[in-house]
């Protein structure tokens, strides 16, 4: 059986090579995943280097499952739907998985719809799945995620690894381990202890390659490395004592990432009560300028003094 998927990255396209890969291993199928581009002068170098990374995602993810396939990028100067229907009839395709993103109206009068193009046309079924930021399971949005997770102690790396096995992961016990994946490797988030494996230093290299990074500690539990870890771009602060709700953290900052902000209100609002308890009820008065600018900023949780 032959299985094809059209990929041109995104959480859409996401989706559509879990299911697919799934679908692989079940029915002992081949995979091809096309890249289509239109090609000439109005691609630029970026885009086809991240195409690239697309198709070297897609090749680690149905790898590690086991399951043959060919990635490629295809530059025919034809519309997606038009370079996937033909490749389809030229391959044979059995059954062809696509993602679908939201348009609007006026979006799918000029730009048209590719899966419904497909669908028309297509030598084979065609299976379609949509992503919803708002409505998707917490499993399935973290389903296939790329973690680095960033500790010196075994036992909290193990039990990410299980709280986390949705995800693909790649841990590391210190900074020079942490350094190096985060050098040659690009990550959905980066799960970052702060004492002992020099967090803030790690989170400066995430920062520079647009990784999200929660931090996760224990020991710089302190009023003061919670501003440090907001006033240096960390996505989210989370202590150990919220290891079991980890998940639920990594997918807030997940979802606020890819609406294009950074999830403060969300996490800070959930997990107040704690740092209340934790730090005492007047905490914040310490430094009441940087609160309250914080408040302004992501939604207030004290009353302004």
């Known amino acids: 059986m032959k299985i094809l998927v059209g990929y041109n990255g995104g959480e859409d396209g996401r989706l559509a090579l879990s299911l697919a890969r799934d679908f692989a291993v079940k029915n002992s199928a081949f995979v091809y995943v096309l890249n289509s581009m239109e090609g000439g002068a109005s691609e630029k170098q970026s885009d086809i280097l991240k195409a690239e990374q697309d198709l070297d995602f ?52 000029i730009l048209g719809s590719t899966s419904r193009d497909v669908i028309l046309k297509a030598p084979c079924p065609v299976t379609t799945i949509k992503f919803d930021p708002d409505n998707i399971k917490t499993i399935d949005l973290l389903k296939d995620r790329k973690i680095l997770v960033v500790d010196d102690e075994p036992d909290i790396l193990e039990t990410v690894e299980e709280l986390l096995d949705m995800c693909s992961l790649d841990t ?4 020079e381990e942490a350094k ?16 002992g494996v ?8 995430a920062r520079k390659k647009d990784i999200p990074a929660l931090m996760l500690t224990a020991h710089a539990l302190t009023p003061e490395n919670l501003k440090e870890s907001i006033q240096k771009g960390a996505d989210s602060y989370i202590p150990k004592d919220e290891l079991a709700n980890l998940t639920d953290h990594v997918a807030d900052v997940i979802k606020a990432r890819i609406s294009g902000k950074k999830g403060y209100g969300a996490w800070f609002k959930i997990l107040k009560p704690f740092f209340d308890k934790s730090f005492g009820k007047e905490w914040r008065n ?9 408040d302004e900023k992501y939604g207030g949780y004290l009353p302004r003094v």
Not at 172 to 175: I, M
Not at 198 to 205: F, H, N, T, V
Not at 286 to 294: E, G, V
Request: with cysteine; hydrophobic share 40%; glycine share 4%.
């Open 286 to 294: 310490k430094d009441r300028s940087f609160w309250n600018n914080f």
């Open 58 to 109: 897609a090749k680690e993810m149905m790898t590690k499952a086991g399951v043959e396939c060919d990635a490629q990028q295809s530059v025919r100067g034809l519309s997606p739907s038009e370079d996937l229907v033909k490749f389809a009839r030229e391959k044979d395709i059995d059954q062809i998985f696509l993602g679908i993103r939201k348009k609007s109206r006026a979006q799918k009068a």
């Open 180 to 195: 190096k994946l985060l050098t040659n490797n690009q990550y959905d988030l980066a799960i970052l202890d702060i004492m």
């Open 172 to 175: 590391a016990a210190s900074f």
């Open 198 to 205: 020099s967090g803030y230093d790690a989170l400066a290299i």
